[in-house]
């Protein structure tokens, strides 16, 4: 029989006690996009955004995201976040619309992974470019958002 990790005895919700766990060091990479029309590449681009600099708010909010993690994601421990990187780079689509990929970088050294402070920074700095420049076009596109890569800790190395 399988045993829940983040169920009590009584069936109630509990945080796992990661006190036994060694501290190692752990590092998270995870990955989101976001498509936008021609206007919003090129606004972006010469930074005429009417709301400011659109990658550096949204870096800012991943960075942000990242050290907040554990105050919307109910399990997640807090944790002491040791580095948090959020890079960019561009594609042009077929259709005339350009995807914004979003890498992000998160690392600590702790008794537990850092995988969802990565995720969550993802999905919120692509959720800051939408909310940036939905004035120009709310038809934007958030794409998959996943774990890219993840090192330390008892569970051992991962790569997608």
């Known amino acids: 029989m ?8 009584q069936g109630n919700a509990k945080m796992v006690d990661v006190s036994d766990k060694n501290i190692t060091k752990r590092t998270a990479q995870a990955h989101s996009s976001i498509t936008v029309n021609d206007t919003i590449y ?3 681009l ?24 554990s105050t919307i994601i109910p399990m997640c421990h807090p944790l002491p976040l040791t580095g948090i990187d959020i890079t960019f780079s561009w594609e042009k689509n077929d259709d005339s619309t350009y995807t ?8 600590t050294t702790g008794k537990t992974g850092v995988e969802m402070e990565a995720l969550t920074a993802a999905s919120a700095t692509a959720l800051t470019v939408y909310d940036m420049t939905k ?3 709310k038809g934007m596109i958030i794409g998959q958002t ?15």
């Open 42 to 44: 090129h606004q972006i």
């Open 146 to 160: 996943y774990l890219e890569s993840k090192s330390g800790g008892k569970s051992g190395d991962y790569q997608r």
């Open 2 to 9: 399988y045993e829940f990790t983040h169920i009590n005895e």
């Open 135 to 137: 004035a120009v076009d």
């Open 46 to 69: 010469d930074n005429t955004n009417k709301k400011g600099n659109v990658l550096n708010t949204a870096q800012i909010a991943g960075i942000m995201a990242a050290k907040n993690t």
């Open 100 to 107: 914004l990929n979003i890498t992000t970088s998160v690392s």
